[in-house]
C-alpha cells in the first residue's frame, strides 16, 4: 500500500510518498481503508520536530514515528478477533496515527460508526478540531444558552465548528477573522464578526462572558479586559511548545487570583464526543467546512498551504 512517511525532521520536502507493508490487525484492532483524511497544524509541528526540547519526545536525530497524520474516515476491512463492535463494511471514522495512508490499523476504540448521509470527506474533518471545539465550550468553557461567546480564528479547523456549535447551545457568537473570511465566517452562524486587520477585539467596549482563543496571539492581560467579571478563557492555541507553556503557567496563576478563570487544554479522544459531532452533521445542525481536498500523493503540497497558515476550515486528503 501507499502511504506518507518522513525520517527526518524538516520542512514538506521531507514527507515521502512509498510502498509499504499493509498492516494486519492486531486482536483487537480494525484494518480500515481510508477514504479521506484531513490535516491539523499538529501534523506540521511534528515534522518540524518543534522545539529542541521536544526532540526528547519526538526523536533527538530523527522521528520515533515515521508516518503522520491523525483524522480519518473509512471502510473497515478485517477486525481482530476480539473485536465486538465492528465488522468487514462498516463505515467508521475516527482518530489514529499514520492516517496518511492507504489503509491504517488500530484499537477499535479509536473509531466510532459513521452517520449514513454524512460523507466521509465530512466525517475526516470532525475528529481533532471538531472534539477541540466542543471540548473547549462544553467541557472547559462550561457554555450557556444567552452567553456572550467569542472565537479567536473563526475561520479555521477549530473555529469553524466552534462557531456552529456554540450557536447550537444557544449563544450569541462573535468570530475574529481576517477580512476575506468575514462573509464565510457569517454564513456559518456568528452574529457578529471582527475584522482582526481592522480592529482589535481586546480594545473593544463588548464584554463576553466566554473566550475560545484558537490562536493565542494576545496575552492574558488583553482577555481580561474584555471578559465579564466570571467569565472564561479557554485557549487552545499557541505560538509553539514556548508559548504554549508561557501560557499555561499564567492562566493556572491568574485564575487564582482572580473572578476570571483561564485555561489551556488539548483535546482527547472520546468516542461519546466523536459520536455526538457525527449526529449534529447529520441533522445539518453543524456542516464541516471544506477548504482544499489533496491527494495522498499531494500531501507535501497539502503540508505547505496549511502550514502558511490561511486555510478556511479543514485541508482534506482524499483517495487516489
Known sequence: MKAIVYREFGSPDVLRYEEVERPVPADN????QVHAASLNPIDWRLMRGGPLVMRFVLGLFSPRLKRTGRDVA??????????????????VFGACSGALAEYVCASERAFVPKPANVTFEQAASIP???LTALQGLRDHGHIQAGQRVLINGAAGGVGTFAVQMAKWFGAHVTGVCSARNVDMVRSIGADRVIDYTREDFTKDTQRYDLILDCMGNHSLSAYRRVLTPKGRCI??????VWGGLRLVLGA?????????????????????????IGELVEAGKIT?????????????EAMRYL?????????????E
Do not use: C, M, W
Request: charged share 25%; aromatic share 8%.
Open 307 to 319: 502550514e502558511r497558515g490561511h486555510a478556511r476550515g479543514k485541508v482534506l486528503i482524499v483517495a
Open 29 to 32: 484492532e480494525v484494518l480500515i
Open 288 to 300: 464541516p467546512v471544506i477548504d482544499r481536498r489533496y491527494t495522498l500523493s499531494e500531501v507535501p
Open 74 to 91: 473509512g471502510q473497515v476491512v478485517a477486525v481482530g478477533r476480539k473485536v465486538t463492535h465492528f465488522k468487514p463494511g462498516d463505515e
Open 235 to 240: 485557549i487552545a492555541g499557541a505560538k509553539g
Open 252 to 276: 493556572f496563576v491568574l485564575s487564582r487570583f482572580v473572578s476570571q478563570k483561564f485555561g489551556v487544554f488539548i483535546s482527547k479522544l472520546n468516542k461519546e464526543h466523536l459520536t455526538l
Open 128 to 130: 481533532v478540531a471538531g
